[in-house]
């Protein structure tokens, strides 16, 4: 499973708890790919609410373990426009390894 989200809108559109809940019941693996810099050229504000980002981030990590790979690379929300062989080959490199789901 790839992650594609807005974390400063993600919670406006579900609880936390249902958030969490439903992360439990994932069985897929999951990549998060993060700009450093987000929204921030995008919408020329800061993003405010990283507060939501840690949340999603530690509830994927924790209930997930190896199941979640995290990476954060340089640039804004169009990165994937911009750089996109770079966020190619991290999607490539995370659809070619071998997951295993536990039974």
């Known amino acids: 499973m790839l992650l594609s989200l807005q974390p400063e809108n993600s919670f406006d559109l579900v609880s936390r708890e249902l958030y969490a ?16 810099h987000g929204y921030f050229d995008v919408r020329r504000e800061s993003y405010s609410d990283k507060e939501s980002l840690s949340f999603m981030i530690h509830t994927l990590k924790s209930t997930l373990k190896e199941r979640f790979q995290f990476v954060e690379v340089p640039g804004n929300h169009c990165v994937y426009m911009r750089e996109p062989q770079h966020v190619a080959s991290i999607i490539s490199s995370f659809l070619q390894r071998k997951h295993t789901l536990t039974a």
């Not at 439990?24 to 993060?34: E, G, S």
Request: aromatic content about 6%; glycine content about 0%; proline content about 0%.
């Open 21 to 36: 809940h439903s992360i439990r019941k994932l069985q897929a693996h999951v990549l998060f790919i993060k700009a450093v």
